[in-house]
């Protein structure tokens, strides 16, 4: 019996980078072919890993642990539960569209790949780590060539762009580090290793005193970059100014890594802190909704609606992170992979329009169904799933975190609930204004998404959409047998 | 015996058509109709099979099987059907009246370009209402609650290139959407207090046990919170608005969904879920009351409009107004009724009208039309019998509904009844005013030279329009004597016949028609009511100003609210916070520079200052000496 071996997913694109790295610039279609296969094939993997993991027997899965510096506990330590193999699938999915709709890239190709494939590596490493040093060191090695690559080949104010997100983002993650070093020192175990402290926690708390100081450090240092309000202000300016594909990757995995930490670092190893701090975060998850669904109702620039209403879902991810029941938390990892599904899809598909008409701005837009009827559709069942539309996964998600939070939270459930209401104003709006009404002449001449394989990526995130959320049960189990183990630790 | 199979194909057949279209023929038209159509014969004919094995039985038997969509610890939600007299009665009418409509649409939509999506929204459509009428629960049913918003918003829009259509589609989904607002918070407190012992639920079949136990203040709320979604789906004032504007879509659309179907899923779900509402008289009054300000305003608002279609979406407002008010004098076997019977002469009559239009090419102002019933007979008279249905004419079908709901009316609350009473006399008078305008008189004396051009080419639709039209007159005519309230509520002992009702709703019916003969009997260059009537006209013109109300609160408070926060966000967020840290550190950074001067006396002095520090440091205790040596170089680097 074959089990997957979890390294793979790392040394395959480490392989394909090298390869990249060897390639002569000039040659971009070798390249382009090369960084293709370089993220099918761990997408591959992962769905195998996704297909392989056992959700009756549940824990951690296909594990590989190996010491590595002994004096300080770090130890090259992978393995998947539920919640992180469907992540790997959520990035699986997502690298590839980010992969192939970088044809459109036509500057620095070589650079382009490399920095974008270290991104990816980076990111699986951080999904793929059972050890805090090394997840923390894989998140860095995602977030570097982040900075870069808008700096490089982002659009007009990309310069301003690529400071304030890095700004935002670095002091994030410095925040975070205190705490996770803090959380290290103050086991006592001299290890880095997640399920040792685990295991220790679960029969030996920390004091409390000692969990409530350490926790918010962790919550608000990943909070940062789950755009908590009000340290969200870095994303919609982010998210704009970004190439396509880092706008893909970093709205619908990197964030999603933040959620991840979150529930992995924070709530999971000091429940009791945990109780204390999270209803002041639901409450500013509400505000998120609330709050950053308004402003996007005055944007003008598809790309920014796109990244407050990203703001706005996070809301509902953190609203369900701090319910403390399955239904709750299994929401949450549910709109972790529907959200970065159909943010990725979203922002490859106003990508696809600017790379097109040469704007985003609404006012100049209008009439796109008419000339690309395909990513017209798209970009409509793209915007229903984000507004919570049935059949989608994202109603699904949202309809569990809404459940999970009643008992709880009642009024700000009612307004997570008016949130869906605002999230409906502002897309269709976009719609109506970008791709209803008459068709703007000079855009008339404009060509579809044609071809199979440009169709290809767009297909394969609204297919993911469509099946989890006509089928929820394809991920629910998995994603239950992990959630099922952390309520009960955190009760 | 009812074979759960026969219900199963019925739910999904018009969701494979809409797959299959969508995926296989976007580019042929001929196909991709007759797969919708093979799809809705396939649920229809299921269903009168349903239907026969029903009520085989006596009680009539009652189905329900459930699959597991999410079940997580304590939550389960289902994915099923439940199959009771209501429900196939019900689905009969969705796949029947469905049926003609879509046998319609391939002769209607023939010239249309892009009618293979219309063929696949229209099967989505299909599905979804379909969805509605056998949920078992309430998440599922809201599902489909949902998408028939979605498949709504995709029909009105779907000549999404003229922007008043596209604007009506946004318009009718927001409208839900908001509705729907209530109605999942209404859901969501019931599922929190439905745990009777047997765990929380949202199965109508389990709910029946449960609400005895909800405190009757809370059962209130709950009624109310629902019957927002009532509001919005059916078009109750004061979310009545999308309505009208729904009539921008293909005129088949307005026949199925803003007619026959989708806007008669709130009256469903109130008769479906009666159980929850029947307890709480606050709520039951106030949705009488809802209904029956509904009917009136809306009857009122159709005698002063002039487009074909709109006139027939203010009668259906008006028609729904009063099922509302059945409802809410608990009665859901009348309010079922009537909208059984209305299903088939409001289907009837848009399709009538969508008629008119495709022979007038695409003109809908009544004045714009004279004397049709000689050029189009069938049009014609399959019109005149849903005019006459409507307007509760004996013995056509709608006389013996609209009498249920007056008899009810009558016996429970005279101020409803009056309300009632007085919108079915107005609606006689604007039908008789359509009827008139558009089809009476000589066809040849029209004045228009815009239409003497094409005075001669006006010719009656082809078959494929003109036989559903038939199908639904008969329905029309004889849908009063099949026995439609007894299949609905076997267990209910029929109503008899509330003859000084039915004398005086005749009567006000005759009049109604009497006076629009009079009126508009002749033929007429422009509408005599707008000089009677005067200022009022101008109100009515603008709908008792209802949109205007809801431009200003989107332009005015809505959009300044969101204003405001953005506002807040670039201006105190990003200047003061963001900014405001980056100057801070900007400042740290120019106050660091400092020590960096280069002038070497410099650095001996710090160098020298640190020993000292740390010689105190070693013989004193750290806190003071630290403080002390700080106090020097902060005043050194402020001077500096």
Same mark, same amino acid.
């Given at each position: 019996m074959f089990t997957p071996n979890l390294s793979l997913i790392l040394l395959l694109p480490l392989l394909g980078l090298g390869f990249v790295c060897l390639v002569p610039a000039d040659k971009t279609r070798l390249i382009r072919r090369i960084a293709g296969i370089t993220v099918l094939l761990p997408f591959i993997l992962s769905v195998w890993v996704f297909a392989a993991y056992d959700h009756v027997a549940g824990g951690f899965q296909f594990v590989q642990n190996t010491p590595w510096v002994v004096p300080f506990g770090i130890s090259y330590h992978l393995g998947v539960d539920g919640i992180n193999s469907l992540m790997l699938l959520l990035l699986g999915a997502t690298s590839l569209a980010a992969v192939l709709i970088s044809e459109s890239i036509k500057e620095r190709v070589k650079e382009y790949y490399i920095l974008l494939l270290i991104t990816i590596i980076g990111t699986y490493g951080a999904f793929l780590s059972l050890d805090i040093f090394f997840f923390y060191f894989f998140h860095e090695v995602a977030a570097v060539p982040v900075f870069l690559m808008i700096a490089i080949w982002g659009s007009e104010r990309r310069e301003f762009a690529a400071m304030k997100l890095t700004l935002f983002l670095v002091a994030g993650a410095a925040i975070a580090l205190i705490g996770l070093i803090a959380l290290y020192l103050s086991t006592g175990l001299q290890t880095f290793d997640l399920v040792t402290i685990q295991q220790q926690l679960a029969q030996h708390p920390l004091p409390i005193a000692v969990q409530n100081w350490i926790f918010p450090l962790i919550v608000l240092g990943f909070g940062i970059t789950l755009t908590l309000w009000p340290f969200y202000t870095w994303a919609p300016v982010g998210y704009a100014e970004a190439p396509t594909a880092i706008s893909m990757l970093h709205a619908g995995v990197l964030k999603k890594m933040a959620a991840y930490a979150i529930i992995r670092f924070a709530i999971q190893l000091m429940p009791q802190a945990a109780h204390a701090w999270m209803p002041l975060v639901a409450g500013l998850a509400i505000v998120n909704i609330v709050y950053c669904g308004l402003v996007a109702l005055t944007q003008r620039d598809l790309k920014y609606i796109l990244g407050y209403s990203s703001c706005s879902h996070m809301g509902y991810i953190m609203l369900g992170l701090a319910c403390f029941n399955t239904i709750g938390l299994n929401g949450v990892v549910y709109l972790m992979f529907a959200h970065g599904i159909m943010a990725a899809l979203s922002f490859a598909l106003v990508g696809f329009v600017e790379n097109q008409t040469k704007t985003r701005d609404l006012n100049e837009l209008g009439g796109l169904l008419k000339c690309m009827p395909f990513i017209g559709t798209c970009f409509m069942m793209a915007a229903f799933a984000s507004a919570g539309v049935p059949g989608f996964a994202n109603f699904v998600a949202e309809i569990l975190v809404l459940l999970g939070a009643w008992d709880q939270y009642r009024i700000l459930t009612v307004f997570a609930v008016l949130g869906l209401v605002i999230t409906a104003i502002y897309l269709l709006k976009a719609i109506r204004l %970008?791709?209803? %009404?008459?068709?703007?002449p000079k855009f008339a001449q404009l060509s579809d998404a044609s071809t199979l394989t440009a169709k290809f990526p767009y297909v394969l995130l609204l297919a993911l959409l469509i099946l989890v959320g006509c089928l929820p049960t394809v991920i629910l189990t998995h994603i239950g047998s992990s959630t099922k183990t952390i309520v009960e630790s955190i009760k | 015996m009812v074979a759960p199979s026969l219900v199963w194909i019925a739910f999904f057949a018009p969701l494979v058509a809409c797959v299959l279209i969508t995926l296989f023929f976007l580019r042929s038209k001929a196909i991709s109709s007759l797969i919708a159509i093979a799809g809705i014969l396939t649920s229809f004919v299921c269903s009168c099979l349903v239907f026969t094995q029903i009520f085989q039985t006596n009680p009539p038997a009652q189905l329900q099987q459930s699959l597991t969509w999410i079940n997580i610890d304590t939550l389960t939600i289902n994915f099923g059907f439940l199959m009771n007299p209501l429900a196939i009665m019900m689905l009969l009418i969705v796949t029947g009246v469905g049926s003609a409509i879509f046998i319609y649409s391939r002769g209607y939509m023939n010239e249309d370009p892009s009618s293979p999506r219309f063929f696949a929204y229209l099967s989505l459509f299909a599905f979804s209402m379909i969805g509605i009428v056998l949920s078992n629960n309430f998440i599922q049913l809201f599902i489909f609650w949902e998408l028939v918003g979605l498949s709504s918003y995709l029909l009105i829009g779907f000549w999404y290139a003229k922007p008043s259509a596209a604007d009506a589609g946004v318009k009718a989904f927001m409208v839900n959407r908001l509705s729907d607002f209530g109605f999942l918070c209404g859901i969501i407190l019931l599922w929190s207090v439905s745990d009777i012992g047997m765990g929380r639920s949202f199965q109508f079949t389990d709910l029946v046990a449960v609400v005895p136990h909800v405190a009757p203040h809370l059962l209130t709320i709950i009624a109310l919170l629902l019957f927002c979604g009532v509001i919005g789906k059916s078009a109750q004032i004061p979310l009545h608005v999308w309505l009208i504007d729904a009539?921008? %879509?293909?005129t088949p659309v307005s026949a199925l969904i803003h007619a026959a179907t989708m806007v008669a899923a709130g009256i469903y779900l109130l008769a479906r879920t009666f159980f929850i509402f029947e307890p709480s008289a606050t709520a039951l009054t106030f949705i009488a009351f809802t209904g029956a300000i509904t009917a009136l305003m809306a009857a009122i608002l159709a005698v002063a409009e002039n487009d074909i279609k709109r006139i027939l979406a203010y009668s259906t407002l008006s028609q729904l107004g009063l099922m509302v008010m059945a409802l809410g004098l608990g009665g859901p076997m009348q309010g079922m009724y009537h909208l059984t019977t209305h299903a088939f002469f409001k289907a009837l009559l848009f399709l009538g009208a969508g008629s008119v239009i495709y022979a007038l090419h695409h003109e809908q102002n009544i004045w714009n039309m004279h004397g049709l019933l000689k050029k189009m007979p069938i049009t014609g008279f399959t019109f005149l019998i849903g005019t006459l249905a409507l307007c509760g004419i004996f013995p056509l079908s709608g006389f013996w509904s609209k009498d249920a709901i007056l008899a009810l009316a009558f016996e429970n609350n005279t101020v409803l009844y009056l309300i009632a009473a007085t919108a079915s006399g107005l609606t006689a008078f604007y039908m008789g005013r359509l009827f008139f305008v558009v089809f009476w008189g000589n066809a040849s004396d029209t004045h228009h030279v815009h239409h003497e051009a094409h005075a001669h080419e006006i010719h009656e639709s082809p078959a494929v329009m003109t036989i559903p039209l038939i199908f639904l007159a008969i329905l029309s005519t004889i849908g009063g004597f099949i026995g439609i309230p007894h299949y609905l509520f076997p267990q209910e002992a029929p109503e008899e016949l509330n003859m000084r009702v039915a004398i005086i709703s005749s009567v006000v019916a005759l009049l109604g028609l009497g006076f629009s003969y009079m009126i508009y009997g002749k033929r007429t260059e422009n509408d005599p009511l707008v000089t009677k009537l005067g200022s009022f006209y101008t109100v009515l013109q603008n709908k008792f100003y209802f949109d205007a109300a809801y431009a200003w609160y989107v332009d005015k408070i809505q959009q300044n609210v969101a204003l405001i926060l953005s506002r807040f966000e670039t201006d105190i967020l990003d200047r003061w916070c963001v900014d405001g840290l980056a100057k801070l550190a900007r400042a740290g950074g120019k106050a660091l520079r400092y020590l960096q001067n280069g002038i070497v006396q410099f650095y001996a002095m710090i160098f020298i200052l640190g020993i000292v520090l740390l010689f105190l440091f070693l013989i004193h205790s750290f806190a003071l000496i630290f403080a002390l040596g700080l106090v020097p170089l902060f005043l050194f680097l402020m001077l500096a």
């Amino acid at each position: 019996m074959f089990t997957p071996n979890l390294s793979l997913i790392l040394l395959l694109p480490l392989l394909g980078l090298g390869f990249v790295c060897l390639v002569p610039a000039d040659k971009t279609r070798l390249i382009r072919r090369i960084a293709g296969i370089t993220v099918l094939l761990p997408f591959i993997l992962s769905v195998w890993v996704f297909a392989a993991y056992d959700h009756v027997a549940g824990g951690f899965q296909f594990v590989q642990n190996t010491p590595w510096v002994v004096p300080f506990g770090i130890s090259y330590h992978l393995g998947v539960d539920g919640i992180n193999s469907l992540m790997l699938l959520l990035l699986g999915a997502t690298s590839l569209a980010a992969v192939l709709i970088s044809e459109s890239i036509k500057e620095r190709v070589k650079e382009y790949y490399i920095l974008l494939l270290i991104t990816i590596i980076g990111t699986y490493g951080a999904f793929l780590s059972l050890d805090i040093f090394f997840f923390y060191f894989f998140h860095e090695v995602a977030a570097v060539p982040v900075f870069l690559m808008i700096a490089i080949w982002g659009s007009e104010r990309r310069e301003f762009a690529a400071m304030k997100l890095t700004l935002f983002l670095v002091a994030g993650a410095a925040i975070a580090l205190i705490g996770l070093i803090a959380l290290y020192l103050s086991t006592g175990l001299q290890t880095f290793d997640l399920v040792t402290i685990q295991q220790q926690l679960a029969q030996h708390p920390l004091p409390i005193a000692v969990q409530n100081w350490i926790f918010p450090l962790i919550v608000l240092g990943f909070g940062i970059t789950l755009t908590l309000w009000p340290f969200y202000t870095w994303a919609p300016v982010g998210y704009a100014e970004a190439p396509t594909a880092i706008s893909m990757l970093h709205a619908g995995v990197l964030k999603k890594m933040a959620a991840y930490a979150i529930i992995r670092f924070a709530i999971q190893l000091m429940p009791q802190a945990a109780h204390a701090w999270m209803p002041l975060v639901a409450g500013l998850a509400i505000v998120n909704i609330v709050y950053c669904g308004l402003v996007a109702l005055t944007q003008r620039d598809l790309k920014y609606i796109l990244g407050y209403s990203s703001c706005s879902h996070m809301g509902y991810i953190m609203l369900g992170l701090a319910c403390f029941n399955t239904i709750g938390l299994n929401g949450v990892v549910y709109l972790m992979f529907a959200h970065g599904i159909m943010a990725a899809l979203s922002f490859a598909l106003v990508g696809f329009v600017e790379n097109q008409t040469k704007t985003r701005d609404l006012n100049e837009l209008g009439g796109l169904l008419k000339c690309m009827p395909f990513i017209g559709t798209c970009f409509m069942m793209a915007a229903f799933a984000s507004a919570g539309v049935p059949g989608f996964a994202n109603f699904v998600a949202e309809i569990l975190v809404l459940l999970g939070a009643w008992d709880q939270y009642r009024i700000l459930t009612v307004f997570a609930v008016l949130g869906l209401v605002i999230t409906a104003i502002y897309l269709l709006k976009a719609i109506r204004l %970008g791709f209803q %009404g008459p068709l703007n002449p000079k855009f008339a001449q404009l060509s579809d998404a044609s071809t199979l394989t440009a169709k290809f990526p767009y297909v394969l995130l609204l297919a993911l959409l469509i099946l989890v959320g006509c089928l929820p049960t394809v991920i629910l189990t998995h994603i239950g047998s992990s959630t099922k183990t952390i309520v009960e630790s955190i009760k | 015996m009812v074979a759960p199979s026969l219900v199963w194909i019925a739910f999904f057949a018009p969701l494979v058509a809409c797959v299959l279209i969508t995926l296989f023929f976007l580019r042929s038209k001929a196909i991709s109709s007759l797969i919708a159509i093979a799809g809705i014969l396939t649920s229809f004919v299921c269903s009168c099979l349903v239907f026969t094995q029903i009520f085989q039985t006596n009680p009539p038997a009652q189905l329900q099987q459930s699959l597991t969509w999410i079940n997580i610890d304590t939550l389960t939600i289902n994915f099923g059907f439940l199959m009771n007299p209501l429900a196939i009665m019900m689905l009969l009418i969705v796949t029947g009246v469905g049926s003609a409509i879509f046998i319609y649409s391939r002769g209607y939509m023939n010239e249309d370009p892009s009618s293979p999506r219309f063929f696949a929204y229209l099967s989505l459509f299909a599905f979804s209402m379909i969805g509605i009428v056998l949920s078992n629960n309430f998440i599922q049913l809201f599902i489909f609650w949902e998408l028939v918003g979605l498949s709504s918003y995709l029909l009105i829009g779907f000549w999404y290139a003229k922007p008043s259509a596209a604007d009506a589609g946004v318009k009718a989904f927001m409208v839900n959407r908001l509705s729907d607002f209530g109605f999942l918070c209404g859901i969501i407190l019931l599922w929190s207090v439905s745990d009777i012992g047997m765990g929380r639920s949202f199965q109508f079949t389990d709910l029946v046990a449960v609400v005895p136990h909800v405190a009757p203040h809370l059962l209130t709320i709950i009624a109310l919170l629902l019957f927002c979604g009532v509001i919005g789906k059916s078009a109750q004032i004061p979310l009545h608005v999308w309505l009208i504007d729904a009539m921008e %879509g293909p005129t088949p659309v307005s026949a199925l969904i803003h007619a026959a179907t989708m806007v008669a899923a709130g009256i469903y779900l109130l008769a479906r879920t009666f159980f929850i509402f029947e307890p709480s008289a606050t709520a039951l009054t106030f949705i009488a009351f809802t209904g029956a300000i509904t009917a009136l305003m809306a009857a009122i608002l159709a005698v002063a409009e002039n487009d074909i279609k709109r006139i027939l979406a203010y009668s259906t407002l008006s028609q729904l107004g009063l099922m509302v008010m059945a409802l809410g004098l608990g009665g859901p076997m009348q309010g079922m009724y009537h909208l059984t019977t209305h299903a088939f002469f409001k289907a009837l009559l848009f399709l009538g009208a969508g008629s008119v239009i495709y022979a007038l090419h695409h003109e809908q102002n009544i004045w714009n039309m004279h004397g049709l019933l000689k050029k189009m007979p069938i049009t014609g008279f399959t019109f005149l019998i849903g005019t006459l249905a409507l307007c509760g004419i004996f013995p056509l079908s709608g006389f013996w509904s609209k009498d249920a709901i007056l008899a009810l009316a009558f016996e429970n609350n005279t101020v409803l009844y009056l309300i009632a009473a007085t919108a079915s006399g107005l609606t006689a008078f604007y039908m008789g005013r359509l009827f008139f305008v558009v089809f009476w008189g000589n066809a040849s004396d029209t004045h228009h030279v815009h239409h003497e051009a094409h005075a001669h080419e006006i010719h009656e639709s082809p078959a494929v329009m003109t036989i559903p039209l038939i199908f639904l007159a008969i329905l029309s005519t004889i849908g009063g004597f099949i026995g439609i309230p007894h299949y609905l509520f076997p267990q209910e002992a029929p109503e008899e016949l509330n003859m000084r009702v039915a004398i005086i709703s005749s009567v006000v019916a005759l009049l109604g028609l009497g006076f629009s003969y009079m009126i508009y009997g002749k033929r007429t260059e422009n509408d005599p009511l707008v000089t009677k009537l005067g200022s009022f006209y101008t109100v009515l013109q603008n709908k008792f100003y209802f949109d205007a109300a809801y431009a200003w609160y989107v332009d005015k408070i809505q959009q300044n609210v969101a204003l405001i926060l953005s506002r807040f966000e670039t201006d105190i967020l990003d200047r003061w916070c963001v900014d405001g840290l980056a100057k801070l550190a900007r400042a740290g950074g120019k106050a660091l520079r400092y020590l960096q001067n280069g002038i070497v006396q410099f650095y001996a002095m710090i160098f020298i200052l640190g020993i000292v520090l740390l010689f105190l440091f070693l013989i004193h205790s750290f806190a003071l000496i630290f403080a002390l040596g700080l106090v020097p170089l902060f005043l050194f680097l402020m001077l500096a």
